[in-house]
């Protein structure tokens, strides 16, 4: 006979699923088993939020909806910021925990509080697991989890209800009606197209939404026919290679990119937002383009966010709205006569180029790019070294580089890292740079890395403070108070969970490491690149 936490479990199998990440409880210990059963490889980690982030990096290499599951109490706690991430950053993310039967939760106190009001702010839906409707309550939550703007979806699922033998009969499920669906007909699109077609200076401006509705290549082609230059946010990176001569590269956070981005994009007389979400930006991209710019909107969700003003709001999926502004112009026209995409190309290059003189985080971003094979996946954790590398490396394709780029949280770089390798079918080498704060958040974790044989890279800078936080307390004329700490041997700390560890204050030491690292095909490698105090200043 068939469970409650079988129906569960099936449901995910069937919507493409293959792990589910997590910390075992007395009150999960059925689903554990049905997601086993069902094939679902339960992968134990040492902090549910890690598993969140593997989560996420299973997603991005495979497209089905992660899995966490965590116990009741304690173990939905630890969750909250992986969870909330998965609200900013877009994360299909499906979120089972186990809980008391609802009786026995009227006398019973201990580790018990209310998962659903807790979570409720930072999901897109909650539910409670009910015998007799298990399967409809499943199809909800992944096609909720899944559509428009992809999040969290919460699951509590009482201990009977996951024990019980259930007699429910279990439909497939309708995929969402609205799933990137076409813009429609209409003044709003004939507005969009005639703003095209009368354009000379042209610029998109591409985002999360663009990545999850997988439109790259629309966007490549779209960007080629007509001299389109693209900027992107971080997340869309790689929409177009990166090596293209009308990619302009990521944006959101680095000042010194905006001092160049800003100014070519209030020269524009028409910007293209495609599928961007500004909840990546820095507040300085608050109205970025002048008044008289036109400015067209294509969205798979209303925006509320209040960032910028748009004279067309199109909503429906980017591919859709590319192919209906291509007909109104002539492929090869020319846009952008006087060049200036091309010019601020060349000056994003020379303003983010390696450290002319000795050694420092640019030079280790730019070798390792240079060293690693052209498909890498790169993970970045929050802090000083994201914002630079996150302008330095170049990604071919997207997803190249994941990040927590909405919430912007630490200690998500190497589970981020962990899951892609874990899950993508490639094999796609994958690296992790993350500064030493941020790796000291979740060293638990090497320990994962061991026990899973992957041969991640972890790249961690080592300056001893919070860089960037130190950085502001400078500009803002305040003490250095709470940002500086001791070094840690990393590379000790990494043979000491199994894996190999190196000091590296060079380029040829860095080069030396990195052919071993990838002659490793099971063990994880931690590179420890020793920079100078400050090393940021002026370089982001």
């Not at 909250?80 to 299909?92: E, F, G, L, S």
């Not at 020319?334 to 060349?346: L, N, Q, T």
């Not at 997207?398 to 490639?426: F, K």
């Not at 894996?499 to 063990?523: D, F, I, T, Y």
Request: hydrophobic share 45%.
């Amino acid at each position: 006979m068939t469970t409650g936490a079988d129906i569960i479990a099936g449901k995910l199998r069937a919507a493409g699923c293959h792990h589910a990440f997590g910390i075992p409880g007395g009150e999960v210990l059925a689903l554990m088993d049905s997601l086993d059963r069902a094939g679902l490889r339960f992968v134990l980690v040492k902090h549910e939020n890690a598993g969140g982030f593997m989560a996420e990096g299973g997603w991005h290499a495979d497209g089905a909806p992660g899995v966490l599951l965590a116990t009741l109490g304690p173990g939905v706690a630890n969750a909250i910021n992986v969870v909330a991430n998965a609200w900013q950053d877009r994360v299909p993310l499906i979120f089972l925990t186990g809980c008391v039967d609802e009786a026995d939760a009227e006398s019973y106190t201990h580790q018990v509080f209310d998962h659903q009001q807790l979570l409720r702010p930072i999901v897109k839906a909650s539910f409670s697991a009910r015998s007799g409707a298990i399967g409809v309550m499943m199809d909800k939550a992944i096609s909720i989890a899944m559509d428009g703007q992809p999040g969290p979806v919460h699951i509590d699922v009482p201990i009977k209800v996951a024990e019980a033998l259930s007699e429910e009969e279990i439909r497939p499920r309708t995929p969402a009606v609205g799933e990137h669906q076409g813009v429609s007909d209409g003044a709003a699109l004939r507005e969009a197209m005639a703003l095209f077609e009368a354009a000379e200076r042209p610029i998109a401006i591409a985002g999360v939404d663009a990545v999850n509705e997988g439109a790259g290549r629309a966007i490549t082609e779209f960007c080629h026919s007509f001299s389109v230059p693209l900027v992107t946010t971080y997340k869309g990176k790689g929409l177009l290679d990166e090596n293209d001569p009308l990619a302009l590269g990521g944006a959101g956070l680095s000042p010194k990119a905006d001092a160049i981005l800003l100014p070519l994009i209030q020269k524009s007389d028409c910007v293209l937002l495609l599928g961007y979400d500004p909840i990546e930006m820095r507040a300085n991209w608050r109205n970025p383009w002048q008044d008289e710019t036109q400015v067209v909107d294509v969205a798979p969700v209303l925006r509320t966010h209040g960032m910028h003003r748009a004279k067309v709001s199109l909503r429906g999926s980017v591919v859709s709205a590319l192919e209906r502004l291509s007909q109104v112009r002539a492929r090869g026209s020319v846009s952008w006569a006087a060049g200036e995409p091309s010019a601020a190309r060349g000056s994003l290059s020379a303003a983010f180029a390696a450290e002319s003189e000795g050694w420092g985080p640019a030079t280790v971003f730019h070798e390792l790019r240079r060293l690693m094979p052209e498909q890498t996946v790169v993970t970045a954790d929050s802090g000083a070294h994201r914002i630079l590398v996150s302008q330095i490396w170049k990604c071919p394709m997207p997803r190249g580089m994941l990040q927590s780029s909405a919430l912007c949280t630490m200690g998500c770089a190497v589970p981020l890292a962990m899951g892609h390798q874990l899950v993508d079918a490639e094999k796609r080498p994958v690296v992790a740079f993350v500064g030493d704060a941020g790796l000291e958040m979740c060293l638990g974790e090497l320990s994962t890395l061991r026990d899973l044989k992957i041969p991640v890279i972890v790249c961690v800078l080592v300056d001893r403070s919070l860089s960037l936080i130190e950085l502001k307390q400078r500009s803002s004329q305040r003490q250095n108070l709470g940002v500086d700490f001791a070094e840690t041997d990393f590379p000790a700390v990494a043979a000491a969970y199994g894996g190999h560890g190196a000091w590296v204050e060079s380029a040829g030491q860095l080069a030396g490491e990195v052919e071993l690292a990838l002659a490793r095909p099971e063990q994880f490698t931690v590179l420890a690149c020793r920079i100078p105090d400050r090393s940021y200043d002026g370089k982001i």
